[in-house]
Each structure stands twice: as C-alpha cells, then as structure tokens.
C-alpha cells in the first residue's frame, strides 16, 4: 500500500486545521490516520494514483498548513519517500522508479517529549487544547514503523533540517547537521533539488 504524509507547518496544528474544517474532514474520513511524527497525518492508499488524488483534494489545505506532502510507494522504495511533486511525475509516466534515486533530501529525526512511565500507554499528548481534540488520529497497531519505537518510548519524532544530496555510486552521504540517530530520505525531483 502506498502511504501519504502530511507534515504540518509549525505555525498551525495540522491535526486540528484538517479535522476541523468539513470538507478535508470529509476526504480523510475513509482513512485511518496515524501520526508518525510531530505535527503530521497520515494516512494509507491503495496506491500511488490514489495517493495523489488525496492530495489533489486536500490542496487548499496543504497550501495553507503542510510544510511537506511525501508519498511513499513500496514499488519505488519501503524506506525512502517521494516528494509530491516526484510521486506525481512517476504517476505520470514522466519517470520510472529507477529514475527517481538521484537526487534527494535527508532529514534528521530527533526524539522529542519525554519517555513515558510505566503502565502508559505510551501516547504523547500533544493534541490541540479545541473540540477536534476528540477527532484526534489515536495509535492503532497499523501505526507506521517510523513512529513505533519512539511511542514505546512515550516520544514523537520531529524532521529536523533537511540535507539536499546527491547519489553518486548508489550510496547517499552521511548527514552531518546535526547529532541524530535516524534520518529519513525524500527522494525530490531535480528542481526541487536545485
């Protein structure tokens, strides 16, 4: 299944300006939701047309809340993302998945929050303080593996400063911003990588 995420401008709380709205409560209603990071959504697809489709639907809404939309495709990579503007080329026939690898950007994953107690559940509460508080994605066991050792944990993760590389003999440099333990990879397309 192709996944979308959704992460959210650190200006807005992208849980409560989606939920709360009608129209992009109505489009996520057919979905299970899961919050693999701090301020994101998101959701699975059958595949990578489907994948796009939502976001073409959401888009007055990504313009004004998402920092980035990633769409990954398991015919592409399991590990490493696609930016929309890529998924939506590959989805085009404007490339194929072995064309895609390049050019990409790493982010740095830094745990945020502190470890849960025992007997938690390992929630974080990070939720908006409104009535779409009840609306709130909750962790089911579909959750994406990205968010699952930083929840036993009682942590989320955050996408920290992005490192635009490129693949030279298959191999991705090392990020070297900051100390983290994980990163994660966006493959963009070569504008957006210039």
Do not use: H
Request: hydrophobic fraction near 35%; charged fraction near 30%.
């Amino acid at each position: 299944m192709t996944r979308v995420c959704l992460i959210g401008d650190p200006d807005y709380t992208l849980q409560y300006e989606l939920l709360s709205r009608e129209t992009s409560r109505e489009a996520l209603a057919t979905y299970d939701l899961t919050r693999p990071f701090e301020n994101s959504l998101a959701v699975r697809t059958v595949s990578v047309g489907a994948a796009i489709s939502l976001l073409n639907d959401l888009q007055w809404y990504l313009t004004r809340f998402v920092d980035e939309a990633l769409v990954l495709e398991p015919s592409v990579s399991d590990e490493e993302w696609l930016s929309r503007a890529l998924a939506t080329d590959l989805r085009n026939g404007d490339v194929t998945p072995a064309e895609t690898a390049e050019f990409c950007k790493i982010y740095g994953l830094e745990v945020v929050g502190e470890p849960a107690g025992p007997g938690s559940d390992g929630e974080t509460d990070s939720g908006p303080e409104s009535a779409a508080a009840e609306s709130e994605p909750r962790s089911t066991e579909a959750d994406d593996e990205e968010a699952t050792s930083a929840r036993r944990q009682g942590a989320t993760r955050r996408l920290v400063e992005p490192l635009y590389v490129r693949r030279t003999g298959g191999k991705l440099p090392e990020y070297d911003l900051r100390d983290v333990d994980e990163t994660l990879v966006v493959r963009v397309t070569e504008d957006e990588y210039a």
